[in-house]
């Protein structure tokens, strides 16, 4: 008898997903918002800069590419913003860079990394990284059923603990609202969300990342104490440059222990 319509199309599939994940990690992807938190890592893989760019002509956004321990690495930045000379951060560069390099590159996983805000009531501190477990939007708030659910859109990152286990990373939920201070509203979203660090791009890469279905995971290190008493500009300033670098051992740990491994191995 002859298989329903679709039947043998879905055991294929099925098949071919299997292998995917069976196979070494090749390619990966990594999205970071600032170029000063980036450089770092793009020393460090020895990555060269993109200058015939593959992305669409007149946009800022920037590659550094190579190869470390057998991985095609891949760092992807917004850039600087054409007018003002800052760099794209927020929700809706991370959006775009996040879809137009996984068209363009077809990454076995991505790694969204960069520094966040933590919450010393949650056991943040300064210089820690946390490989985050669940990610969230604060600032989409549509209070009409199921959209109130769309807008906070959570989300899992993908599931890593042998990983975590060999790393003894600090674990949390992730929260990310387009504003780098925090009013009234978005304080009760991020408790609601139960986060333990926020930023402005992670939940933005899991959405794009679960639309075209590659697995993703988030490294954030702490800048900031968002329930402290400094003012959180003047302290990310403050510590930026020393959080890069505790960012930038925990990311090559991270590609160190990926390396030779597929996806069920993490």
Known sequence: MAPPHGEKSAEVKAESAAAVD???????LIIIAMQTEALPLVNK???????????????????????????????????????????????????LVTYASIQALKPDLIINAGTAGGFGAKGASIGDVFLTSE??????????????????GSRKAFATPNLLKELNLKVGKLST???????????????????????????AVAYVAD????????LKAVTDIVDGDKPTAEEFLQNLAAVTAALDQSATQVVDFISGKCLPEL
């Open 177 to 203: 609202g387009d504003s780098l201070d925090m009013s009234p509203m978005d304080e009760a979203s991020i408790v609601a969300n139960d986060a333990t660090v926020k930023d402005m791009e992670g939940a």
């Open 22 to 28: 069976n196979r070494p990690i090749s390619t990966i």
């Open 45 to 95: 893989f020895q990555l060269t800069e993109d200058v015939d760019s593959m992305f669409p002509k007149g946009v800022p956004w920037v590659r550094f590419y190579g190869n470390y321990k057998g991985l095609a690495i891949n760092i992807v930045c917004p850039g600087k913003d054409p007018s003002l000379g800052v760099d794209g951060v927020g929700t809706v560069s991370a959006s």
């Open 135 to 152: 990610v969230a939007f604060h600032d989409r708030r549509i209070p009409i059923p199921v959209f109130d659910i769309y807008g906070v």
């Open 211 to 218: 639309l075209l279905k590659v697995p993703v995971i988030f």
